[in-house]
C-alpha cells in the first residue's frame, strides 16, 4: 500500500510521513531528498544540464539511496553520506531548477517505483498523489501558511547550525513554490482525489494523528 504525502515546501510532510510511516510500520521515501542528492551530485561535479544525454548517462551512474539508521533517515551519494549536506542552502537554491530537468524527473520517478514497490510505503514529495503513484491508496496534501512555514525551516536550519532570517526564509519559500507550482513536467498540484491539511494551526501529533484517523477507515474508493 502507498501513502502519498504531497505538498509545498516546509509545510509538514517530512516530519508527518516520518510519524506516519513509523506508527503504522510502513517503510518512509522521502523524494525530494532524493532531487536534493542529485543537485548536490551536480554541484560537485562538471556535468552539463543542457546536455540531456550526457546528464542521463551521468545520471545512470550516480547510486542514490535512503537507510533508516538511529530514527533518522540517512541519504547516500555513492557511498557517501550527505545526510547533513543536501540541507545546505546552495543545494536548496538550486534544487527546484535542477528537479525541473524532465531526464532527472525520469531517474527519480523509475527509482522511486522501484523502490517503493518493495512494501508498503509513505512516499513524501510534490507529485507523488498525481505523477508517481496516481493510484495510491491514500493521499494527502499538506498545506501552511507563508510564516509557519519559513519559521519551521529555521528551527531545521538551526538544528545543523545554520541561521537564516525569517523574512528572507519566506522568500525562499515563496520562491521555491512558484518554481515547483509552475514548470512544465509534474508541477507541484494537489491530486483531486487527495485529502488537504492545513497544518499551520496544527501540533505534529495532531497532523499525524489525523492522517492515522484516515487510513484506518476502510477505503472508499476503488484501488487498482
Ligand atoms: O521536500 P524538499 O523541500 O526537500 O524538496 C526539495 C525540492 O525537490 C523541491 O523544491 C522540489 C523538488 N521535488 C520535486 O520536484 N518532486 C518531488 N516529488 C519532491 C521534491
Known amino acids: 500500500m502507498i501513502i502519498a504525502i504531497d505538498g509545498p ?24 531528498a ?3 542528492a ?12 543542457a546536455d540531456e544525454q550526457g546528464l542521463a548517462e551521468w545520471l545512470a551512474l550516480q547510486d542514490i539511496t535512503q537507510r533508516w539508521e538511529k530514527g533518522t533517515c540517512r541519504v547516500y551519494l555513492n557511498g557517501t553520506d ?34 517503493a514497490a518493495q512494501g508498503d510505503y509513505v512516499v513524501e514529495g510534490r507529485d507523488i498523489g498525481t505523477v508517481v503513484f496516481p493510484d495510491a491508496e491514500w493521499k494527502f496534501f499538506l498545506v501552511a501558511d507563508d510564516e509557519t512555514r519559513a519559521k519551521r525551516r529555521q528551527k531545521d536550519l538551526e538544528q545543523l547550525g545554520i541561521h537564516q532570517d525569517i523574512s528572507e526564509l519566506v522568500r525562499e519559500i515563496q520562491e521555491r ?5 509552475s514548470r512544465a ?7 483531486a482525489d487527495a485529502i488537504e491539511v492545513d497544518t ?6 495532531e497532523q499525524v494523528q489525523f492522517i492515522l484517523n484516515q487510513i484506518k477507515q476502510p477505503l472508499t474508493k476503488e484501488t487498482s
Open 38 to 49: 542529485v543537485t548536490y551530485a551536480v554541484l560537485q561535479s562538471r556535468v552539463d544540464l
Open 177 to 181: 513554490d512558484r518554481k515547483d507550482s
Open 82 to 115: 550527505i545526510t547533513a549536506a543536501i540541507r545546505s542552502p546552495e543545494v536548496t537554491r538550486r534544487v527546484s531548477e535542477v528537479s525541473a530537468i524532465p531526464v532527472v524527473r525520469q531517474a527519480m520517478v523509475r527509482l522511486q517505483r522501484t523502490l
Open 200 to 205: 499551520s494551526h496544527l501540533t505534529i501529533a
Open 9 to 32: 515546501a516546509a509545510s509538514g510532510k517530512s516530519t508527518t510521513a516520518k510519524l506516519v510511516a513509523e506508527r503504522s510500520g510502513f517503510s518512509y521515501l522521502d523524494t525530494g
Open 34 to 36: 532524493m532531487y536534493r
Open 185 to 191: 513536467h509534474s508541477p507541484l498540484r494537489k491530486a
